[in-house]
């Protein structure tokens, strides 16, 4: 599944939402200034890695599929991308100064991924993984669009990670030093279409059969023109940070 956003790279470009501008704020802050190399992990076609070049270092990007890969390649001719899984992906001699993870350490192995992250690091190293968590600024827009799930799903509707996952994974592997947790919240007005291209480069989306596609679409399209065309979202953006030990 870490590759199933290939079949949509430039819709995927085109729609996913970056990052607010204070989480660079607090990479920097916390690592203590500008790092002297960033590896950009999962990089997809570089929502994060445009945020990481404003630090000014050179930046790695680790993507796994060769669709994503070009996209980001061709949006960043400045940054070197290895077109390799994270777990297959050899770090450089005494490790880098900054490890960035955008909304995709849930497809890094997660027996091994904390381990990966820890002796990529430089001893010091600053490990930063963020994601953007999409929800709703109206309970009524969250229940009606909830419904439409439920219409297709039955009531056994798949639980979603909770939204400090990442932290509470990088606190429990016990690798790490001053892990911390911040959160930012954005409430953008999408409209119908938009909301629809959005669904479609999520991975639970992604892995329906057409048909149930097609219908969760139709009723997406349905509830949100019910509910006057446009819906606020509330894009919940959170940082989990820590140290590699000296």
Not at 10 to 32: S, T
């Amino acid at each position: 599944m870490s590759t199933v956003f290939g079949e949509v790279a430039a819709l995927y470009d085109d729609i996913r939402p970056g990052y607010p501008g204070e989480l660079l704020d607090a990479v920097l802050a916390y690592h203590g200034g500008a790092p002297s190399a960033v590896v950009d992990i999962g990089a997809g076609t570089g929502q994060g890695t445009a945020h990481l070049l404003r630090l000014g270092a050179p930046v790695t990007c680790v993507e796994p599929d060769a669709r994503m890969a070009a996209v980001l390649a061709a949006k960043f001719p400045q940054v070197r991308v290895a077109a390799v899984a994270f777990e297959d992906w050899t770090p450089p001699p005494g490790g880098v100064d900054l490890l960035a993870c955008a909304s995709a350490w849930h497809w890094m192995d997660p027996p091994t991924r904390a381990r990966r992250a820890h002796d990529a690091l430089a001893p010091g190293g600053t490990l930063a993984v963020f994601h953007n968590r999409f929800e709703y600024a109206d309970p009524a827009s969250r229940e009606a669009l909830d419904e439409v799930f439920r219409a297709v799903d039955g009531p056994e509707v798949e639980p979603r990670r909770p939204p400090r996952f990442a932290y509470d994974d990088i606190v429990a592997s016990g690798l790490f030093e001053d892990v911390r947790a911040v959160e930012w919240h954005r409430y953008p007005e999408v409209t119908t279409q938009g909301y629809l291209r959005l669904t479609q480069t999520f991975a639970p989306f992604r892995r329906r059969p057409e048909p149930e596609q097609r219908a969760v679409l139709a009723g997406l399209a349905a509830a949100i023109d019910g509910l006057g065309g446009r819906i606020t979202m509330d894009i919940r953006t959170v940082l989990a940070i820590g140290h590699r030990p000296r």
